[in-house]
C-alpha cells in the first residue's frame, strides 16, 4: 500500500514537473461519452435536435403508459433529446421531487440510449441549510455552508455521493455506462434559486462547480458531459462568463429563456443566442438553447413562425422544451394530440432541420 502511494506520488510529481500550465486534471471518460462529445460537434451541420423534460414519464392525462410520449403521440416519434431531474436523489429519496420513481428515470434514461438518443439531467436540490426546496432563497449563506470549512460541507459531500451512485448505476444490462449531459447549478444568474446571483458570490459559485465536478470524478462518475445554463440575465459575453467555472469542466454552453411575452422572448432569445453563439466559437464548445418553452403553447404557429425562425441560423446542437406536468393545470411546453399547436408541431418536425430520434439514432455513440 505505502509503496504503491510513493509510486503514484513519484509518477504525479515527475508529471507535475515536466508539463508547465497543467489543466486541472479531466474526467477520464468512458469512450461512448468520449463518441457523444464527438458527434455532437458535427451536429449542427444537420440540424437541431429537438428534446422535451420528462418526455416518456407522463403527459397531459397520463402517466407511466409504457413507450408514450406526447411528442411521439402527435408527430410519430419520440425528442432526439429526452430530459431528466434527480432532484432529491441527494436526500437518498425513491422519488425525485417531482414524484417519479428513480427506478423508473433510470429505465427510460436507458431507453433513450438504447434506442439511439440523447440523455440530459437537471438537478433541482434542496436547500441543504434551511430544508426548503431550490426555490428557497432567504438564505444568502447557504452556498458559503457547504463549500469547505461550512458547516454544511461534509452532509453535501454526502449528497453528491449519492448523486454519483445514481449516476454510476445508469448502465445497460451489459455493463455499459450510459453517457448523459449533466447541468448543475443553472439558472444561476437570476437569483431564484439557493446558488443564484445574489446568494453567493462569483467565487463561491465556480467553487461549488468544482467542488461538484472533483466529487463526482473521485466517485468514478466517467459517464458525463457538463452543461452550463445561464438564464437570460447575460447582455454581453464577458456578463454570461462572469461565473464560468472554466474550458476543462464544461462542455456544453447554453441558456435557459421562456416565453412570457412574444415581444420579450424574441428580444431576449435574439440577444442570447448572439452572446452564445459568441462564447461558443470563442471557446470552441458544442451550443444549445438547454430550456424553452412557452407555457401551454397558446399560440397556435409557435414552433414554426417563433421558435425556428429564432434558432435557425444558430449552429445548436439542441433545443429542450420543458415538462408536461400531469399534475399542474396548464403547465405544459409540448404539444399533445389535439392541443392548439399539434398541427404546427408536425410542421416544424417535417422540416428536415429539425431532429428526431429517427435522425439521429446511431449517430451519437460511435
Ligand atoms: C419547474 C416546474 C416545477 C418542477 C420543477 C422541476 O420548472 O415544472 O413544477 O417541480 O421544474 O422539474
Same mark, same amino acid.
Given at each position: 500500500?505505502?509503496?504503491?502511494?510513493?509510486?503514484?506520488?513519484?509518477?504525479?510529481?515527475?508529471?507535475?514537473?515536466?508539463?508547465?500550465?497543467?489543466?486541472?486534471?479531466?474526467?477520464?471518460?468512458?469512450?461512448?461519452?468520449?463518441?457523444?462529445?464527438?458527434?455532437?460537434?458535427?451536429?449542427?451541420?444537420?440540424?437541431?435536435?429537438?428534446?422535451?423534460?420528462?418526455?416518456?414519464?407522463?403527459?397531459?392525462?397520463?402517466?407511466?403508459?409504457? $413507450?408514450?410520449?406526447? =411528442? #411521439?403521440?402527435?408527430?410519430?416519434?419520440?425528442?432526439?433529446?429526452?430530459?431528466?431531474? =434527480?432532484?432529491?436523489? +441527494?436526500?437518498?429519496?425513491?422519488?425525485?421531487?417531482?414524484?417519479?420513481?428513480?427506478?423508473?428515470?433510470?429505465?427510460?434514461?436507458?431507453?433513450?440510449?438504447?434506442?439511439?438518443?440523447?440523455?440530459?439531467?437537471?438537478?433541482?436540490?434542496?436547500?441543504?441549510?434551511?430544508? $426548503?426546496?431550490?426555490?428557497?432563497?432567504?438564505?444568502?449563506?447557504?452556498?458559503?455552508?457547504?463549500?469547505?470549512?461550512?458547516?454544511?460541507?461534509?452532509?453535501?459531500?454526502? !449528497? =453528491?455521493?449519492?448523486?454519483?451512485?445514481?449516476?454510476?448505476?445508469?448502465?445497460?444490462?451489459?455493463?455499459? #455506462?450510459?453517457?448523459?449531459?449533466?447541468?448543475?447549478?443553472?439558472?444561476?444568474?437570476?437569483?431564484?434559486? !439557493? !446558488?443564484?446571483?445574489?446568494?453567493?458570490?462569483?467565487?463561491?459559485?465556480?467553487?461549488?462547480?468544482?467542488?461538484?465536478?472533483?466529487?463526482?470524478?473521485?466517485?468514478?462518475?466517467?459517464?458525463?458531459?457538463?452543461?452550463?445554463?445561464?438564464?437570460?440575465?447575460?447582455? %454581453?459575453?464577458?456578463?454570461?462568463?462572469?461565473?464560468?467555472?472554466?474550458?476543462?469542466?464544461?462542455?456544453?454552453?447554453?441558456?435557459?429563456?421562456?416565453?412570457?411575452?412574444?415581444?420579450?422572448?424574441? +428580444?431576449?432569445?435574439?440577444?442570447?443566442?448572439?452572446?452564445?453563439?459568441? =462564447?461558443?466559437?470563442?471557446?470552441?464548445?458544442?451550443?444549445?438553447?438547454?430550456? %424553452?418553452?412557452?407555457?401551454?403553447?397558446?399560440?397556435?404557429? !409557435?414552433? %414554426?413562425?417563433?421558435?425556428?425562425?429564432?434558432?435557425?441560423?444558430?449552429?445548436?446542437?439542441?433545443?429542450?422544451?420543458?415538462?408536461?406536468?400531469?399534475?399542474?393545470?396548464?403547465?405544459?411546453?409540448?404539444?399533445?394530440?389535439?392541443?392548439?399547436?399539434?398541427?404546427?408541431?408536425?410542421?416544424?418536425?417535417?422540416?428536415?432541420?429539425?431532429?428526431?430520434?429517427?435522425?439521429?439514432?446511431? #449517430?451519437?455513440?460511435?
Amino acid at each position: 500500500m505505502k509503496k504503491i502511494n510513493w509510486i503514484v506520488g513519484a509518477l504525479a510529481f515527475i508529471m507535475g514537473t515536466t508539463s508547465c500550465n497543467q489543466a486541472p486534471a479531466q474526467f477520464e471518460r468512458t469512450p461512448e461519452t468520449e463518441a457523444l462529445l464527438a458527434n455532437l460537434k458535427q451536429i449542427p451541420s444537420t440540424g437541431i435536435m429537438y428534446g422535451h423534460h420528462d418526455d416518456p414519464l407522463y403527459g397531459i392525462g397520463w402517466e407511466g403508459d409504457p $413507450g408514450r410520449s406526447d =411528442v #411521439k403521440s402527435v408527430c410519430g416519434d419520440y425528442p432526439a433529446v429526452m430530459s431528466f431531474d =434527480v432532484g432529491h436523489i +441527494e436526500l437518498g429519496k425513491k422519488q425525485s421531487l417531482d414524484n417519479i420513481d428513480f427506478d423508473i428515470i433510470r429505465n427510460e434514461i436507458i431507453a433513450q440510449y438504447e434506442r439511439g438518443g440523447l440523455n440530459t439531467i437537471s438537478w433541482h436540490l434542496d436547500n441543504p441549510l434551511t430544508g $426548503g426546496d431550490s426555490w428557497d432563497n432567504n438564505d444568502s449563506t447557504v452556498v458559503a455552508s457547504v463549500l469547505p470549512g461550512g458547516v454544511n460541507h461534509v452532509m453535501f459531500m454526502q !449528497w =453528491v455521493d449519492n448523486l454519483s451512485d445514481y449516476l454510476n448505476s445508469l448502465q445497460t444490462a451489459d455493463g455499459t #455506462k450510459v453517457p448523459v449531459i449533466f447541468r448543475p447549478w443553472h439558472e444561476h444568474t437570476g437569483s431564484w434559486f !439557493w !446558488w443564484g446571483q445574489d446568494l453567493c458570490s462569483d467565487q463561491e459559485y465556480k467553487d461549488l462547480w468544482l467542488m461538484t465536478y472533483d466529487r463526482l470524478k473521485q466517485n468514478g462518475v466517467n459517464n458525463l458531459l457538463f452543461a452550463y445554463s445561464p438564464g437570460i440575465e447575460p447582455t %454581453t459575453a464577458e456578463e454570461y462568463l462572469m461565473r464560468y467555472p472554466g474550458n476543462d469542466v464544461v462542455d456544453i454552453l447554453g441558456f435557459d429563456a421562456y416565453e412570457y411575452s412574444r415581444e420579450q422572448y424574441l +428580444e431576449s432569445m435574439s440577444r442570447s443566442l448572439r452572446i452564445l453563439d459568441e =462564447v461558443g466559437k470563442a471557446n470552441d464548445k458544442i451550443i444549445a438553447v438547454t430550456e %424553452t418553452g412557452f407555457e401551454a403553447i397558446p399560440d397556435s404557429t !409557435w414552433w %414554426t413562425e417563433t421558435l425556428y425562425p429564432l434558432i435557425e441560423s444558430y449552429p445548436l446542437a439542441f433545443v429542450v422544451t420543458w415538462r408536461n406536468a400531469r399534475e399542474i393545470d396548464n403547465h405544459y411546453y409540448a404539444p399533445y394530440p389535439g392541443q392548439v399547436s399539434a398541427d404546427n408541431f408536425v410542421e416544424y418536425y417535417n422540416n428536415p432541420r429539425n431532429l428526431f430520434l429517427t435522425d439521429i439514432s446511431g #449517430k451519437l455513440y460511435n
